[in-house]
């Protein structure tokens, strides 16, 4: 795979951690290995970073001076694409639904503290492309050069983070001689998704991408993959691409959908930090746990097997779901 051709900036210090999970292990049956992806030094990490790395350049390379992005008022991606445009000289416009707690911290904060501009509407995703066409062509006749980025980083550039990702993960399993089964990872926007699979795909890697749902229905996330896949493997010249049969995501554990935290989330919120001092989020990694220990304890992951789980990031998160948190036993007693 010659991702060397396609320009990139440097963002994050690689390869991340692969870090083995006793406690846990122990508790499941299995091997859990958690794959870093929150340990990174941009703007408290995650896996958007990596695509940013090529999206970023990309955006260098055709001359634009801001950089138009998408995501809810709590999007781990807005905030990394801001961090990440300032860190290269760029204006950056976050063009924000109105989904989520409306409290300014967390990643909101975030936002605010790097200088975007912020602009929140109340509307269907589906008008999202629309109104950041509008802001692009607004900056056009300022005599501005926009670039945009789709939610998530969800494009064939946005994929090859992810496609460069499975290389990493490989070398480190070969490395340590560990033979991983399954990778289990939070999939919504689908890059991620799309770039590990079709990796380990063109590779001829024995492991089993499993992408939990943060809140999308499981055909729309695995027909955004498809399309991404067939676009990603056109655009890298790849020799293979994923059929539906290799792209598996599973929306039983959105705790009734995107951006809901009940206490089964928060329970295991809590279960991996206390046996493992890992910090999860109530959105995303939090339900794809979920989804790795259901799956075990029905015996769809087999005892024995070896499991990477993808930690995504999301920190900030915890701060900006601190009220919902609270909600379900969350708290924490101070003296009077």
């Given at each position: 795979?010659?991702?060397?051709r396609f320009?990139?900036?440097?963002?994050i210090s690689l390869?991340t951690?692969?870090?083995?999970a006793p406690?846990?292990?122990?508790?499941?049956?299995v091997?859990?290995?958690f794959k870093?992806?929150?340990?990174?030094?941009?703007?408290f990490?995650?896996?958007?970073?990596?695509?940013?790395e090529?999206?970023?350049?990309d955006?260098?390379?055709?001359?634009?001076?801001t950089?138009?992005t998408?995501?809810?008022?709590?999007?781990?991606h807005?905030?990394?694409?801001a961090?990440?445009?300032?860190?290269?000289?760029?204006?950056?416009?976050?063009?924000?639904?109105?989904?989520?707690p409306?409290?300014?911290?967390g990643?909101l904060?975030?936002?605010?503290?790097l200088g975007?501009?912020?602009?929140?509407?109340?509307?269907?995703?589906s008008e999202?492309?629309?109104i950041?066409?509008?802001?692009?062509?607004?900056?056009?006749?300022?005599?501005?050069?926009?670039y945009?980025?789709?939610?998530?980083?969800a494009?064939?550039?946005?994929?090859?983070?992810y496609?460069?990702a499975?290389v990493?993960i490989?070398h480190?399993?070969?490395?340590r001689g560990?033979?991983a089964?399954?990778l289990?990872?939070?999939?919504?926007?689908g890059?991620?998704?799309t770039?590990?699979a079709?990796?380990?795909?063109?590779?001829?890697a024995?492991?089993?991408?499993l992408?939990?749902?943060c809140?999308?229905?499981?055909?729309r996330i695995?027909?955004?993959?498809?399309k991404?896949?067939?676009e990603?493997?056109k655009?890298?010249g790849?020799?293979v691409t994923?059929?539906?049969?290799?792209i598996?995501?599973?929306?039983?554990?959105t705790?009734?959908g995107?951006?809901?935290?009940t206490?089964?989330?928060?329970d295991?919120v809590?279960?991996?930090a206390k046996?493992?001092?890992?910090?999860?989020?109530?959105i995303?990694t939090?339900?794809?746990?979920?989804?790795?220990?259901?799956?075990?304890?029905?015996?769809?992951?087999?005892?024995g097997?070896?499991?990477i789980?993808?930690?995504?990031?999301?920190?900030?998160l915890?701060?900006?779901?601190e009220d919902?948190l609270k909600?379900?036993n969350?708290?924490?007693?101070?003296?009077s």
């Open positions: 795979m010659l991702i060397s320009p990139r900036v440097k963002l390869p951690p692969l870090e083995y406690k846990l292990s122990e508790e499941l049956g091997k859990i290995y870093r992806d929150d340990v990174m030094e941009l703007a990490g995650g896996n958007k970073a990596r695509k940013l090529f999206l970023i350049a955006a260098l390379k055709k001359g634009a001076d950089v138009i998408t995501g809810a008022l709590c999007s781990n807005a905030r990394l694409t961090a990440a445009a300032r860190k290269y000289g760029l204006d950056v416009i976050l063009v924000l639904r109105s989904i989520g409306k409290a300014v911290k990643n904060l975030l936002d605010a503290i975007a501009d912020i602009r929140v509407y109340d509307v269907d995703r999202i492309p629309k950041m066409n509008e802001v692009a062509r607004e900056l056009e006749e300022k005599g501005k050069k926009p945009i980025i789709p939610g998530g980083g494009s064939p550039i946005g994929s090859l983070g496609l460069n499975s990493e490989l480190q399993l070969n490395e560990i033979n089964s399954y289990i990872h939070s999939t919504g926007s890059a991620t998704q770039g590990l079709l990796g380990f795909k063109a590779m001829n024995d492991i089993k991408v992408g939990m749902s809140g999308g229905d499981r055909e695995r027909s955004v993959v498809k991404l896949a067939d990603t493997s655009l890298t790849l020799p994923l059929d539906y049969e290799d598996v995501v599973y929306d039983e554990y705790c009734g995107y951006g809901i935290v206490r089964d989330v928060v295991v809590k279960m991996v046996k493992e001092g890992i910090i999860l989020d109530p995303y939090g339900k794809a746990m979920m989804g790795l220990i259901d799956l075990v304890r029905k015996g769809e992951i087999p005892r097997s070896t499991v789980f993808l930690h995504t990031g999301g920190t900030p915890i701060f900006q779901y919902e909600k379900h969350f708290r924490v007693q101070l003296p």
